[in-house]
């Protein structure tokens, strides 16, 4: 469950040491540096040493210091406004070489995601999404372009796939009346999460549908309706997240596809290259 370290700093001040208060206070000030301080850069900050600051971080219930800044770098990435996360970027980045800092970090993201990752739930998400009577997919403001990629991949397999719209709340629930039993709903969301996805995936997994979640953490709000929960990396590289690992995942999910319904994928890729070389799709010209 997400423990909410901001509110259990501000109702156990009093009980805090000197010291302790010091970092208390720091970190419900400036919660968005803090997060991504070392345990030492924290300790210089506020004028403690670092084992005062691990110390105090095991008191208050955390395994050690990286479980501690994890749980605060998740919490306050729900609470950071759009202009907080440009700052917080920028003190990240610093003034180096920001093509090499922000594709080395993508790099990281992804071979996270590959460690972390459940592969039972990778799998089941093949499964579901191979037998499914209808597939649905949704994904707003950032990741709209991830839903838009997987609908548009998954549309050169399946005839059954359906790209849900999401202007509105009324709207989404309006195209996906008839979910049910059978079906697979693919849903994407990274923070700040959309409300819309959030209900929407609760009314599939109440309806029935075997739903599959591509968001940042088991403690996203997707996860608790969620069959198949696929996590990947996405902290932020500016005011919106980076979204290279889930697009990996998502990558993966359409080889694996392709791979069980290989045989239907090449017939349908056969059909569709004629239909291309006739009405002039690609251009063909030699450079």
């Known amino acids: 469950?997400?423990?909410?370290?901001?509110?259990?700093?501000?109702?156990?001040?009093?009980?805090f040491s000197k010291g302790q208060k010091l970092i208390a206070k720091y970190i419900l000030q400036e919660y968005d540096k803090a997060a991504y301080m070392t345990a030492s850069k924290l300790g210089q900050a506020v004028g403690v040493s670092e084992s005062t600051v691990v110390r105090f971080v095991i008191e208050l219930g955390y395994e050690g210091y990286p479980e501690f800044q994890k749980s605060l770098q998740e919490l306050i990435r729900t609470k950071l406004t759009s202009f907080q996360r440009i700052e917080v970027t920028n003190n990240l980045i610093g003034k180096g070489d920001v093509l090499s800092k922000v594709l080395e970090s993508d790099a990281e993201k992804i071979r996270k995601t590959l460690e972390g990752i459940d592969r039972e739930a990778f799998e089941g998400a093949v499964g579901s999404i191979v037998n499914a009577k209808n597939i649905y997919i949704l994904g707003v403001r950032s990741s709209s372009s991830l839903a838009a990629f997987l609908d548009h991949s998954l549309r050169m397999i399946f005839d059954n796939v359906r790209l849900v719209q999401t202007a509105s709340g009324?709207?989404?629930?309006?195209?996906?009346?008839?979910?049910?039993?059978?079906?697979?709903?693919?849903?994407?969301?990274?923070?700040?999460?959309?409300k819309r996805i959030i209900k929407a995936t609760e009314y599939a997994h109440k309806s029935g549908a075997d739903v599959i979640c591509l968001t940042d953490s088991v403690e996203s709000p997707l996860a608790a309706s969620a069959d198949q929960l696929?996590?990947?990396?996405?902290?932020?590289?500016?005011?919106?997240?980076?979204?290279?690992?889930?697009?990996?995942?998502?990558?993966?999910l359409v080889v694996a596809v392709s791979r069980v319904r290989q045989e239907q994928v090449t017939e349908r890729l056969r059909h569709l290259e004629v239909l291309w070389d006739e009405y002039d799709i690609y251009d063909k010209t030699q450079q």
Do not use: C, H, T, W
Request: proline letters at 3%; zero cysteines.
């Open 230 to 252: 696929l996590v990947a990396q996405s902290d932020m590289a500016s005011f919106v997240d980076s979204l290279v690992a889930p697009l990996s995942v998502i990558n993966a």
């Open 170 to 194: 009324a709207e989404v629930f309006e195209q996906m009346l008839g979910v049910g039993d059978g079906d697979a709903v693919i849903a994407i969301s990274f923070p700040r999460y959309s």
């Open 1 to 15: 469950m997400k423990r909410d370290i901001l509110r259990i700093l501000e109702e156990n001040m009093s009980s």
